[in-house]
């Protein structure tokens, strides 16, 4: 079959495309033909090794674990295993594979009670595949925080695929919410169901304050000390990067001990349930995955460069087979 091969860690470039042998399912697992797939901030940190500290934790300290790498997909199940019970040939499925991965692939194999569930009727393969990745980031931040109906947020970083996740996310919880963001895209976030927009260019978005219970850095581009004045006095700021010196690590130890605002850290938690839960939402109309450009799996390297400018608006999705 084809595949995105990389054998070491490094620029786009180390991606490429081979043919490797197709993987064979075990008795509890499923074989599924890819049809879409995504390059995302997490595939970027695995294909490059950084920060350095997912080596050693994670990613294969002198060489990459995992050859072919991709987190997110759609497609259809043609072998089911023989102990499987649960999906049948056939099914338009999706999911998430961080850990093994094999996305950026023709095929995949996965736990028939891993990250999997049936597609929404309503959706095709490219728009089910970015369906996970920013949203399982998202839903881990909200339910951390143990936001609800009570809660005004301010989300930074609202664009991208966490951001986008989130605003729509958060609205389905009930919360109030304001995202911040670029002028081109003020309207887009609005869409997805921001209550109100700061345009970051027009300002410092940091003198809108204190308004929040929550400030969640969706981008990882911000930092505690800068966000703290637009918390309520005991309101909680959250990123989903480490920050400067790791300090978004560190302070959810101390800040909780000196009494009024805090950060926290979410840790991501994705399972089966979970990619049933988006499977809801997005065929109610909850949550639908922002795409911001397309690219066939020939020119993967193309979309790993594109997704690394820092322009990406919500998801780069990869079509593997344009079959629908």
């Known amino acids: 079959m084809k595949a995105a091969v990389r054998d070491r860690y490094g620029p786009p470039e180390v991606v490429q495309i081979s043919q490797v042998e197709e993987p064979a399912p075990g008795d509890h697992e499923l ?93 095709g393969y490219e728009q089910a595949a970015p369906g996970t990745e920013g949203a399982h980031y998202a839903l881990s931040h909200i339910r951390r925080a143990k936001i609800g109906s009570s809660h005004n947020v301010l989300v930074y970083g609202a664009t991208g695929a966490i951001g986008s996740a989130a605003v729509q996310l958060l609205k389905a919880h009930g919360a109030t919410v304001t995202a911040v963001c670029a002028t081109p895209h003020l309207e887009l976030v609005r869409k997805l169901g921001a209550d109100r927009v700061i345009d970051y260019t027009a300002g410092d978005f940091t003198s809108d304050g204190p308004h929040y219970d929550v400030v969640f850095d969706a981008a990882g ?20 990067g480490p920050g400067p010196w790791y300090q978004n690590l560190i302070l959810p130890l101390a800040t909780p001990l000196l009494g009024g605002k805090k950060v926290l850290f979410a840790y991501p938690r994705i399972d089966q349930a979970t990619v049933r839960h988006f499977a809801h939402l997005m ?27 820092g322009q990406k608006i919500g998801n780069v999705v990869i079509t593997v087979d344009p079959a629908r």
Not at 221 to 240: E, N, Q
Not at 297 to 307: G, N
């Open 283 to 309: 065929e109610t109309g909850q949550f639908t995955p922002v795409i911001d450009r397309h690219y066939p799996l020939d020119q993967i390297a193309e979309a790993y460069r594109y997704a690394e400018t």
């Open 221 to 240: 581009k911000s930092s505690f000390g800068r966000c703290k004045r637009l918390l309520k006095p005991a309101g909680i700021y959250m990123s989903t």
């Open 31 to 123: 074989l599924v033909k890819v049809h879409a797939t995504t390059v995302n901030r997490t595939d970027c940190h695995y294909r490059s090794g950084r920060p350095w500290i997912m080596r050693p934790l994670v990613s294969g300290l002198a060489r990459p674990r995992a050859p072919v790498l991709g987190n997110e997909f759609a497609g259809q199940v043609t072998v089911v295993g023989s102990g499987v019970t649960s999906f049948r040939t056939g099914d338009r499925v999706f999911g998430y594979t961080e850990g093994p991965f094999g996305a950026h692939a023709e095929y995949l194999v996965i736990a028939a009670d891993g990250r999997v569930a049936i597609m929404p009727p309503n959706l």
